[in-house]
């Protein structure tokens, strides 16, 4: 006779500052993913705007702010704008592979180059290859690094100039952190092609959502979600589409506080 489910145990980080809106301390709720239903309890928190770290679900449960809302895409509804059909022709030479969540030197290079010009003095910018390898290896559920390479030559695998650590689930694609090659030579919009990717294999699959992670209104740093369309937003009556007005909103340059502090949760939006 099997063990009956548990209802899990949750804790609350203590305040810290935001690291999308200065002025604002942010507070965070989560509970460990362990046992037999860790991935069912993990679908079950995601669908209620939880994200996963490692081995851990989380979500913000701030004070006195509401700003971040979890998005997701609907994937076979989706449709590409010029600029995104334009990108996906620029990059289509890439090869793409879905490797199990095991770490390579060449993903953590690639990984430290990219917060290295991209997120300087973030919170995960002191990363080093212990903490890269808990990021990606500490999984209780169906996880993948998706590859995006260069095409190969005489044999040999082509260049590492992106990689997405994602989690599969029955609803859909979780993107929990991409990283790619951002440097003065590298290609424009991988970024952007990595999301488009993950939308196309949702579909493809006939899996319904594909989750951005967090966004936030107003801030041009989360801006780009909006461009993939539609979404869908949670809130306190569960997932609506978001209206064209929420969509078109201007989006604002927020001068962001330094996170210097190491911690054990890696998590980003």
């Known amino acids: ?157 082509g260049k590492l100039v992106g990689a997405c650590l994602s989690d599969q689930q029955s609803d859909g694609l979780s993107m929990i952190y991409s990283f790619f090659d951002v440097g003065p030579d590298a290609r424009k919009g991988l970024g952007t092609y990595i999301i488009l990717d993950h939308i196309i294999r949702a579909a493809r699959a006939g899996l319904p959502y594909v989750y951005l992670g967090y966004w936030v209104e107003g801030s041009t740093r989360m801006a780009y979600k909006t461009s993939f369309r539609p979404l869908e937003r949670l809130g306190r009556e569960g997932w609506r589409r978001m209206d064209a007005a929420e969509l078109e909103a201007p989006a604002q340059s927020i001068a962001l506080p330094k996170r210097r502090s190491r911690t054990r949760l890696l998590i980003d939006a």
Not at 51 to 58: D, G, I, T
């Open 1 to 157: 006779m099997s063990a009956p489910f548990r209802f899990p145990k949750f804790f609350v980080t203590n305040p810290s500052p935001c690291p999308y809106l200065p002025g604002k301390v942010e507070r965070k709720v989560f509970t460990e993913l362990t046992g037999r239903h860790s991935s069912e309890l993990n679908e079950a928190l995601g669908r209620i705007g939880f994200r996963r770290s490692q081995s851990v679900a989380y979500r913000p449960s701030c004070i006195d702010c509401s700003a971040c809302v979890s998005v997701r895409v609907l994937a076979a509804e989706f449709e590409a704008s010029a600029t995104q059909r334009k990108l996906m022709r620029r990059h289509a030479d890439l090869e793409i592979g879905a490797c199990k969540p095991w770490t390579t030197e060449e993903q953590y290079q690639l990984l430290r180059r990219y917060l290295a010009i991209r997120h300087p003095g973030g919170g995960m910018a002191e990363m080093d290859e212990s903490d890269f390898a808990d990021m990606v290896e500490q999984t209780p559920v169906r996880t993948y690094v998706i590859e995006y390479r260069e095409p190969s030559k005489g044999g040999r695998p």
